[in-house]
Every structure is written in structure tokens, then in C-alpha cells.
């Protein structure tokens, strides 16, 4: 397996993370044509209930776009090595609450689109895995504080 | 609750905190966590150099007051 060296795998995932809040920006402005091609693929017409699926997207792309603020501010903190502290136990938790909001965004999406049902549970599962996540660091940063108090 | 009672070992002996990290070998930072009462554990060996540099006994330096 290809591993690449920690310095230049950061400065991977936070230009990752950029190019993501690049592209989800983007995908504001052309949302509603996304919309429509989309259902033109599915032979569906554009009726009322078109508005509500433009809500529902704008608001998955607004919660995309905070949980990637806070994985880019996360990833600067682990490029100045400050890994094991209680703000990145709190970034961690606003990322995986991040995943749960947008699983209960998808859910409601999942009523127009069946297809939404499944990454509603995508998402969940991401959110729990990251609850975990922010549980061995909060662990991590405890042994940490407990380590750089014994003299 | 363990209390530290270095800086009384230290104005018995005379001794400042600058020499006493120079003796002991440990940084001016952790020793000042050690006299602040802020340190959550202290290592053998540390305890043995703080006790041979203010040549004294380790309840001099440890001491046990109930909370």
C-alpha cells in the first residue's frame, strides 16, 4: 500500500478540503439547473414540490459546507502539531454532528427521492464513527495532559 | 490531597529556582509547575535529584493534608 509522508498527506486533505469548499460553492449557484436536469433525467415534471427539494439542497450544502470549514480548521491544527486538545475534541464533535444533521437532511429528501433513504444511512453511520473518533482523542488528550504534568 | 513543599525547602536551603533546575536537571517550566502545586505526577528519579540538591528527606518535600 502506497503511504505517503505525514507532511505532504496533510497538505493533501487540506487541499482536498479547499477544492471540496470550492465545489460546493459552485454548487450553490448552479443548483437549481442541477435540480432540473436531474429530474428531466427521471421523467419527472418541475411541480411545487421542486422548491421544497431546493431547500432541502441548499441546506445540505450549507451543513457540507460548515462541516468542511471545520475539518480545514482542524487539519491547521494538526499541521502546528496541536492534535491533543479539547478544541480539537470539539471540532471532531461539530463534524460528526455535522454528518447526523445532514443524514436527517437526506431523510426527509428521501420522500422525493428513494435513493436519499440510503445515504441518509451513509451518513448516520459517518456520524457515529466520528463520535467514536472525538471519544479516543478526548481519551488521547486526557493521557496527554496527565503525561505533560508528571515531572 | 499531596502538597508540594518545595519553595520552603528552597529559602532554607537558600536556594533559587534558576539553581535549583540546574542541579536537579529539569527546565524552569516544570519545576514551576512542580512549587505551583500544578503537577498531576512526579517521577522517582526527579524526586531522588530534588532531595540530593536540597539534601533532604522526601516528607520534606511531600506532605499529606487532609481536604
Known sequence: ??????????????????????????????????IYVYMSLKGATVTDSTTEITIIAYAIVGVMAIADILLFILLQRVRKSLVFTN????????????????GALFFVLGFYFLIAF?????????????????????????????????? | MIVINLDVMMAKRKMSLNELSE??????????????????????STLDAICQALDCKVEDILEYRKE
Not at chain 1, 465545489?23 to 443548483?31: E, H, I, N
Not at chain 1, 478544541?87 to 447526523?100: D, E, F, N, P
Not at chain 2, 542541579?23 to 522517582?44: D, E, W
Request: hydrophobic share 60%; with cysteine.
Open chain 1, 1 to 34: 500500500m502506497l503511504k505517503i509522508p505525514n507532511k505532504i498527506s496533510i497538505w493533501l486533505s487540506i487541499i482536498l478540503s479547499v477544492l471540496f469548499f470550492v465545489v460546493l460553492v459552485a454548487s450553490c449557484f448552479y443548483m437549481p439547473l442541477l
Open chain 1, 87 to 102: 478544541i480539537s475534541v470539539a471540532l471532531i464533535r461539530g463534524i460528526s454532528w455535522c454528518a447526523v444533521i445532514l
Open chain 1, 118 to 151: 440510503a445515504i441518509t444511512f451513509a451518513c448516520v453511520f459517518l456520524g457515529i464513527c466520528l463520535r467514536v473518533t472525538k471519544n479516543v482523542i478526548e481519551e488521547a488528550t486526557a493521557i496527554k495532559a496527565e503525561n505533560d504534568f508528571t515531572i
Open chain 2, 23 to 44: 542541579k536537579v536537571g529539569i527546565t524552569l517550566a516544570n519545576l514551576s509547575i512542580l512549587k505551583n502545586n500544578k503537577a498531576k505526577a512526579i517521577r522517582f
